[in-house]
């Protein structure tokens, strides 16, 4: 059906107010036009209902303006938004984040790219509209020690406990996100080879991971011992469920692994992703080249996952002492032949840390 909860119910005052929806505007009607073209081009749920949401706000503020139709916006009043959104307080007084802002002024956008597509309007105002940049701040990732602290944590005597450790140790192995791993079903699971496979992933896209033996013995003793006792009467074969033998909702998922982290004594923000974004880490630090761990984390661009080469501080340093005249306490004998080792060596580990230099030919 097409979305067209768009237009919000406003009721009289008074003792006979009556609940008839006032009448849909123009924009109104091609916002949720523009719902329905995402729906039938099978868009992401979780997008769908986040464009829904960011336009709903965008034409409130619009209406209370006497803005009802997408010929009367210009560029002049999506900057006006764009600053109504910077200069917003919440009510604990603290401002809408970049993230935030971006995601709201992208769902605008979007729309009035889509508006100017298909003839709607003869140009699009938001062309020109200056998106803010989102800073790239450099998470701190957990340590192995701080890993293993969180993982014993959970109770395994206890079938919520067992589950618990299960998907801690699942997040802390493959990677996967939040929302992939709560669509997991029981044949997504590769006992035999050890894989698990990812159903549309992020842009619909699927991928099969490796689950590692500690994980996978994990998930094997919940399989056997604890989800038996959680199904209830009907079950549509979610790997995780909660003590009713429901699916869990995401929320409870980051509230629950979260709840572990304070237990362990780690005071570093984050949740579920935190796990994924430890796991990229880790095995960068490790040797991992970049481009496999892109195929973890289902990156669409490698540009994404290099992301992760600025925290691998591991080969950072290793680099940063093989190459650096001035990195040790004593000054270095000249050895030709020794430099030449280490100019390897270094190569190697750049090669492994941020993948292809410019102009590299690598095999397609």
């Not at 033996?213 to 006792?229: D, K, T, V």
């Not at 909660?242 to 304070?262: M, N, Q």
Request: net charge positive.
């Amino acid at each position: 059906m097409p979305y067209r909860k768009l237009p919000p119910v406003r009721l009289k005052r008074g003792k006979q107010a009556r609940s008839r929806p006032r009448p849909v505007t123009e924009i109104e009607r091609l916002a949720a036009s523009y719902l329905e073209w995402q729906r039938v081009r099978h868009y992401a749920e979780s997008t769908i209902a986040e464009s829904q949401r960011n336009l709903r706000l965008f034409l409130e503020w619009a209406a209370e303006r006497g803005i009802v139709a997408p010929g009367e916006v210009s560029l002049a009043v999506l900057e006006r938004y764009q600053a109504a959104l910077f200069h917003y307080r919440k009510d604990d007084g603290k401002p809408l984040s970049v993230f935030t802002q971006r995601g709201r002024l992208t769902s605008v956008r979007s729309f009035f790219r889509w508006l100017a597509r298909h003839h709607h309007i003869p140009a699009n105002p938001a062309s020109e509209l200056v998106i803010p940049k989102q800073p790239r701040v450099l998470k701190e990732a957990l340590t192995v020690e701080e890993v293993e602290a969180v993982l014993s944590v959970p109770d395994v005597a206890d079938l919520l406990g067992l589950r618990d450790r299960a998907i801690l140790e699942l997040f802390y192995a493959t990677g996967v996100r939040r929302a992939e791993l709560l669509r997991l079903r029981i044949y997504d699971l590769d006992r035999s080879r050890g894989t698990l496979h990812v159903r549309e992933g992020k842009g619909k896209k699927d991928r099969m991971l490796p689950i590692g033996e500690r994980a996978l013995a994990w998930l094997e003793a919940y399989l056997a011992r604890a989800r038996p006792q959680l199904e209830s009467g009907h079950d549509d074969g979610e790997v995780f469920l909660t003590e009713h033998g429901e699916a869990i909702s995401p929320h409870h998922l980051t509230d629950l692994v979260r709840r572990y982290f304070r237990r362990a004594g780690i005071t570093k923000r984050g949740g579920c992703h935190l796990l994924r974004h430890t796991m990229a880490t880790l095995m960068l630090d490790g040797g991992a080249d970049v481009r496999f761990i892109q195929e973890m984390l289902g990156h669409a661009s490698l540009e994404t996952t290099q992301v992760y080469t600025h925290v691998a501080l591991g080969k950072l340093q290793e680099i940063h002492a093989a190459t650096h005249p001035g990195a040790r306490l004593a000054p270095r004998e000249h050895d030709p032949e020794a430099e030449d080792a280490e100019a390897e060596r270094a190569e190697a580990a750049r090669c492994n840390t941020l993948g292809p230099a410019a102009g590299d030919n690598v095999a397609p």
